[in-house]
């Protein structure tokens, strides 16, 4: 980093909880507590040394093994007061996989969000080469349920294909269950522009390398701060997704459409978008989660500009996630899509993700029924709502 260019907001400091903590059906409250307490305050070190924390979570162990209705609304709840107790404002429930399925009902998992707006859940519906149709249906399922209760929840909800555990950031985030640990990504979108702005990268490989110079720079501070703050307190320091997080007022649209000289979605976007994941990949320090370029189309003023204007859909998005760490996040879907065609947009993911075995999501911000069919409605402070492009 240099004079000209503030430091990144940190987007998450996700504390990854043991399996110590989830015992015989029940969650150690007291524990959770502890362990919210912890990372609090080393979100309260990173303020005081100068840098803006946006959120501290928990997340917990994923779920392997068939679990009730009852059992995940009181894992939900002892969660929740895990978290109240601490001070702890959001955590993930889990990260279901196929197994956990079993004896739930997507009505069920739409109860446990809507009833715990602090909590967020995901599906696994791909790992390794193969891909679950049964996981595809049932996410497909929760998303229409979520979408017909509250349709914001659907913001907390995702269906996950080849993330591995202790990813920082939201809805796909799962412990692995071992000794706890703190990851941490950072909203570098911002810190990248400006350094775009400067420098002027000639070409995509210069953009690759502007891409590296800049995160590397950011990781290194953040090491420095976060390792023997972890260290002090009997925690892991798991590492940084090294993904340069959005926001509505921190675009890496733009900063993508400043180095590839193009609007958003014309010819010559891809190979952007794979420029930086290339730079982004690149770092020296190990990575945790998606560790690649994000899209999040409602997240990002750019992005869901283009969305609007019909330069880009869920298929040219997909097909950028063949390149990066896309996948489908914050892709709005009118109130008439069926739940056929949202199984169909997750499975599309769901098969891209299988063929590459790469970490790919799919969160997707499914209208009510009966909402305005011309714009996106969504409540969420993140959120960029828009009008759907005229077909």
Known sequence: MTDMTPAPPVRAVTLCLPDEVFQDGRVDVGGVGEYGRKVL????????AGF???????????????????????????LVEGCRRAGVGSASLSALRPA??????????????????????SVVVA???????????????????LASRDGDAN???????????????????????????????????GTLLAHARADRPRDLAETTRLTRRCLQAQLDVFEGLLRPSCERRDLLFNSFDPSPACAPDASIGEFLEHVGGIRFGAHGMLATCAAVTAGVRSVSQPT??????????????????????????????????????AGLDTIPLP????????????????????????????????APVGSDPRRTEFRAEQIVNIDYPSV
């Open 100 to 121: 956990a399925l079993v004896e739930l009902e997507p009505a069920g998992i739409a109860e446990v969000l809507t009833e715990h707006p602090s909590l967020f859940l």
């Open 41 to 48: 305050e080393i979100g309260e070190e990173i303020t005081r």
């Open 335 to 366: 109130g008439s899509t069926s739940e056929h065609e949202v199984a169909a947009v997750i499975r599309d993911m769901a098969a891209l993700s299988a063929r590459w075995v790469k970490p790919l999501s799919a969160r997707l911000m499914l």
């Open 155 to 189: 913001f907390r909800f995702a269906a996950i294909a080849n993330l591995g555990a202790d990813a920082p950031l939201f809805p796909g985030s799962f412990s692995d269950g071992g000794p706890a640990g703190v990851s941490v990504g950072l909203q570098s979108a």
């Open 52 to 78: 803006d924390v946006q959120t501290v979570r928990l997340s917990s162990p994923a779920l392997d093994e068939p679990v009730n209705h009852e059992q995940l609304s009181t894992r939900a709840a002892d």
């Open 288 to 325: 945790v989660g998606y560790g690649g370029l994000m899209l999040p189309v409602l997240e990002d003023r750019v992005l869901a500009r283009a969305w609007q204007e019909g330069r880009i859909n869920a298929d040219s998005v997909l097909a950028y996630s063949s390149v990066c760490g």
């Open 127 to 145: 790992d390794g080469s193969d891909v679950d149709v049964s996981a595809v249906d049932f996410s497909a399922a929760v998303i229409r349920e």
